[in-house]
């Protein structure tokens, strides 16, 4: 893959066409290969209890098992990006995603065939200090300052079914996000 930043276009990204252009994973596996590199995930799926303000997004108790996906993504041979995603165990079980690979378009596109499709993506981009584990997957100094996205998907009925938070590599990414204005 060339040196070029990988574009995280907000704008398309979650769009099916997109997920599932080619034998395309995902939204992720997209853009690596727009860039001409070689996208590799390593998934590790869990059933964990979500991080507090996760399950505070998910509208549960602290505490409540959800199906977690934790993978390392990877640009060819570097880690780009870490991505902790929780869902709820309903949707998980019906969308049949708790394995490492949902298949084509990913774990949205499973949702939306259980009848949980994701109708609003929300994402609130935080600055955030690598603790050491980040720092030492993605060969920064403890405390350098990540991007972090807090993804919500959200059904028409404003039922959150996903929450994931995306950690950056700092020098691999460009965000991008169009808003119409009419």
Request: hydrophobic letters at 40%; glycine letters at 8%; proline letters at 4%.
């Amino acid at each position: 893959m060339s040196t070029e930043k990988i574009v995280r276009d907000s704008s398309t990204r979650y769009l099916r066409a997109r997920r599932e252009e080619g034998a395309s994973r995902g939204a992720f596996d997209t853009e690596i290969r727009r860039l001409g590199g070689t996208p590799r995930v390593e998934t590790d799926v869990e059933r964990a209890a979500a991080p507090e303000t996760v399950a505070a997004i998910l509208g549960v108790e602290a505490g409540t098992e959800t199906a977690a996906r934790k993978r390392r993504m990877f640009s060819d041979d570097r880690l780009v990006q870490l991505a902790d995603s929780y869902i709820p165990l309903d949707v998980a079980e019906a969308a049949g995603i708790e394995q490492p690979d949902p298949g084509k378009g990913g774990i949205i596109s499973r949702m939306a065939e259980a009848g949980f499709e994701q109708s609003e993506v929300t994402e609130e981009i935080q600055q955030h200090p690598a603790n050491k584990a980040e720092a030492a997957a993605l060969g920064v100094e403890a405390n350098t300052l990540l991007l972090r996205i807090i993804h919500v998907g959200r059904t028409t009925e404003g039922r959150a079914v996903e929450v994931t938070v995306h950690t950056l590599a700092p020098d691999a990414w460009v965000l991008r996000y169009s808003v119409p204005t009419s």
